[in-house]
């Protein structure tokens, strides 16, 4: 752009100095002629630099995520394939053996049927228990009116015989209905306390719940469900749309479900897109400035955007907890640069970005507009640039 600017200004020169004459060619307005392409060109780079900082460092960033199986076994099939294919949310990137998990189920279903059966026979017992109580309570009713009535008479069958005017037989007939009677009662009463105890014993093995369930039977349907858990994960999803990179997986494969022992990884579809600047570029830029950036994958072309935030955070900036005083170094790093992230436009966001492309970006900020077109220019150029490939082989 400033080979242009100068060729402009040569010809202007030329047209007014050489061609038609209109001023003087002396060693005033040549030394003039000199210095003013000398000043404008700075002071135009200073105000490009300031008003639309660009940067030689864009990276495109993608988060990976590690692929864990949640349970252990034998892999039977594995869908999917690595390379430049997109594996969308929720489609089947490998199959463990269900088999075991199966019959985990189905040992577990079956011992909740027998809980429940369990369960249901303690509350025929309960019930059964509550009529014995009910019954010996009646039948101690009963008994102890007919007590009551048989130590009347032993009382009347005594005085009578006491004024001669009872029959000792009878006297002896009452004592011994009373005694019959008064075993029958305590028969009763022992029946009675067998059923309470029994009563108790199946209310307390009821009484044991959670949230409502018989315990025993809350405890088998908890661990059936983990199981029907176990089996659903035989069979692992994609969490995200992306694409699977260094996929070593193959059919026959033995995993582990341990937590830090990865299968494979996933690259995320949509990334971001950062540009490092200098710590002086940025005072000027916000959010929502205009943003343009290019790409070596994509030689020529220009992938607008608009600035989402400035980090302002680096390394640099970090003080790590530690028991010894921070380190200044004899040779002291250069100051870190800031990254800059864009959104992307929509017109350009179907485009496949790689991970870990590269390339240079310019931002727009909101004054001195007219020198934007400057380096809307410089930065076409650079993007038609990098069609060039500099080796010789």
């Known amino acids: 752009m400033e080979a242009i600017l100068l060729g402009i200004y040569s010809f202007f020169v030329w047209l007014i100095f050489i061609k038609l004459k209109w001023l003087p060619w002396n060693t005033k ?6 210095i003013i392409p000398i000043v404008g060109l700075t002071v135009l780079i200073l105000l490009l630099n300031i008003y639309a900082p660009s940067s030689a460092d864009v ?7 590690p692929i864990v199986s949640q349970v252990r076994g034998r892999v039977i099939e594995v869908p999917v394939e690595e390379g430049n294919r997109l594996v969308k949310k929720g489609e089947v990137l490998f199959k463990i053996d269900p088999e075991p998990y199966q019959l985990a189920v189905n040992q577990l279903q079956a011992q909740l049927a027998t809980a429940i ?9 309960l019930k059964g228990a509550r009529g014995a109580v009910d019954q010996s309570t009646a039948r101690m009713r009963e008994i102890g009116a007919r007590l009551e009535l048989a130590r009347t008479r032993v009382t009347q069958n005594r005085e009578l015989v006491a004024t001669g005017a009872g029959s000792k037989f009878d006297l002896e007939q009452a004592e011994t209905n009373l005694k019959e009677l008064q075993g029958q009662f305590d028969a009763a ?7 309470q105890a029994s009563e108790r014993q ?3 093995k009821l009484g044991a719940k959670v949230n409502g369930e018989f315990a025993q039977v809350a405890q088998i349907r908890a661990q059936l469900e983990n199981a029907r858990w176990d089996l ?3 069979v692992t999803l994609s969490p995200c749309d992306c694409y699977v990179v260094n996929l070593q997986l193959r059919a026959g494969g033995f995993v582990a479900g341990i937590p830090f022992n990865a299968v494979m990884t996933l690259v995320e579809a949509e990334g971001q897109v950062v540009a490092l600047f200098n710590q002086n570029e940025l005072h000027q830029v916000a959010p929502g400035n205009e943003a343009e950036f290019t790409l070596y994958t994509y030689p020529g072309r220009i992938i607008k955007g608009t600035v989402d935030s400035v980090i302002w955070a680096q390394g640099q900036g970090q003080l790590p907890p530690s028991g010894t005083l921070p380190m200044i170094g004899v040779l002291t790093q250069p100051p870190g640069r800031f990254a800059v992230k864009f959104d992307i436009a929509d017109r350009d966001k179907e485009l496949f970005m790689a991970a870990g492309a590269a390339g240079g970006a310019a931002i727009y900020t909101e004054h001195f507009a007219a020198i934007h077109i400057l380096r809307k220019v410089i930065l076409r150029v650079s993007a038609y640039i990098n069609y060039l490939i500099l080796k010789l082989h």
């Open 117 to 125: 059966a369990s369960q249901k026979e303690l509350e025929e017992s």
């Open 59 to 65: 990276r495109v960033f993608k988060y990976t995520v």
């Open 189 to 195: 009463r022992a029946t009675q306390v067998q059923a």
């Open 29 to 34: 307005t040549q030394v003039t002629v000199a």
């Open 232 to 234: 659903e994960q035989t």
């Open 202 to 204: 199946v209310q307390q």
